[in-house]
Each structure stands twice: as structure tokens, then as C-alpha cells.
């Protein structure tokens, strides 16, 4: 049986992997069924990750995923600059271990890449700030980082990002390389530049068009008549 925490991680690793979709409906009775545990736990889980701000309750309609609006995407991106140039300027020159790990996760997104598993591929192009964390020795902002970059991630599926997957990995490589040779400076502007790109490839009228279609095909729907 899962945890509450289980549940919660597997819930966001889902979002990282873009396989759960803003405004996406999360059914208690089809989670518990899934995981198999009680609807109680289940409801912790999501109320646990409703404070993380992933998910949000619906008056008498259930649990959903979020759907940031264009100010909270801006404000998560905000954040990401601070904590990770912050978090690079404080690294100093890493260990050679350090550089190895990041440079076989950059490996790992590019196999992802060609494979075509998009699921993979998204999900290790937002781990790679969530790894960067981890191996700089910060498990407090590895786990800040896990939060924002799935909070960006659900921006970027909503905003319809064009921001290209092989042009995130060539960036995160030109960090590991700055980083691999003492540079955090240039690894500092590479970040800025890097969060600044993905930022840029946001429709903010994409999710004003998905809402509209909706409603459209709502109200277009067959009208359900009665059997005489």
C-alpha cells in the first residue's frame, strides 16, 4: 500500500512528466482504487498537496489540478532565478563527482530526446534543476526546486510552451560546462537565460483559447432528450 507522501510524490513527478494536464479532475475513490488505500488517505495526500498548491477542491464537483494564471507564472519563474542563481553562486567549484552526475543526467535527457518518450523527456528536462539542487548538497532547495519546477511545468502545458526540448538540454549542458570549469558566473547568466527562453515560449492567450473551446463545446453538446 502507498503512503500519503507516496501518493503525493507520485502525483508531482506526473505533473513533471506532463501526463497530468492542468484542470485535470482527481477522483479520491479512483486514486484510492488505484493505490489501494482509503479514501481518508487519499484525501490527505491531496490536501497535502493542495497546500504545496497543485491541486485545488471544487464545491461539490471534487479535486482538481491547478491552473495558474499568467501573474503566478511569472512569480514562479521569478523565484527560480533567485533560488538558482543564488544557489549556483554559492556552489563554488564542485567536486568532479558533482559535474559527472550532471553530465550523465544531460546524457539521460538527450536519450530521452531522440527515443521519443515524451513523458521521459519532459520529466528529465525539469529534474535537471531538481538533481542541480541535490548534488550542490541543498536537499532543502531540492525539494523547493521539485515544487517550482512542476508549478512551471503545469504553466508551460497550460501557455502552450514552444520552447524547444533540445535547445533545454544544450542549455543545461553549456551550465554543466561553465560549472565543470569553475565559471559560475557564466553559469549564473546561463540560468538566466536559460528560465528567461522558457518563460518567452508562453502563449499567455492559450489558456483564455482552451477555455473559450470549451465552453464551446459544452454549449454545442447533444441535447439529452427523455425516451417517450
Not at 501526463?19 to 489501494?36: N, T, V
Not at 497535502?48 to 464545491?59: C, K, M, N, S, Y
Not at 508549478?151 to 549542458?173: E, I, W
Request: charged residues 25%.
Amino acid at each position: 500500500m502507498a503512503s500519503q507522501t507516496e501518493i503525493a510524490q507520485q502525483v508531482v513527478e506526473s505533473i513533471l512528466a506532463q501526463k497530468l494536464a492542468p484542470g485535470e479532475r482527481l477522483g479520491e475513490q479512483e486514486l484510492a482504487d488505484l493505490y489501494g488505500v482509503s479514501r481518508t488517505l487519499v484525501r490527505e495526500a491531496l490536501m497535502q498537496l493542495q497546500a504545496r498548491g497543485f491541486v485545488e477542491v471544487r464545491t461539490r464537483k471534487g479535486w482538481y489540478v491547478v491552473e495558474p494564471s499568467f501573474d503566478e507564472a511569472r512569480d514562479a519563474f521569478a523565484a527560480r532565478r533567485v533560488i538558482e542563481t543564488g544557489m549556483l553562486r554559492a556552489a563554488g567549484r564542485p567536486l568532479q563527482t558533482v559535474i559527472r552526475r550532471l553530465r550523465e543526467h544531460v546524457d539521460e535527457e538527450r536519450e530521452a530526446i531522440a527515443s521519443g518518450d515524451p513523458a521521459t523527456r519532459t520529466f528529465l528536462l525539469a529534474d535537471f534543476h531538481v538533481c542541480l539542487a541535490e548534488c550542490l548538497g541543498n536537499r532543502l532547495l531540492a525539494d523547493v526546486m521539485r515544487d517550482l519546477t512542476a508549478r512551471t511545468t503545469l504553466v508551460a502545458s497550460l501557455y502552450q510552451s514552444t520552447h524547444d526540448a533540445s535547445q533545454s538540454c544544450d542549455d543545461h549542458a553549456a551550465i554543466v560546462a561553465a560549472l565543470g570549469e569553475g565559471d559560475t558566473a557564466t553559469a549564473e547568466r546561463l540560468m538566466v537565460a536559460h528560465i528567461g527562453n522558457v518563460q518567452e515560449a508562453l502563449d499567455e492567450s492559450a489558456a483564455g483559447s482552451r477555455d473559450a473551446a470549451q465552453r464551446l463545446r459544452t454549449r454545442l453538446a447533444p441535447l439529452k432528450r427523455s425516451v417517450a
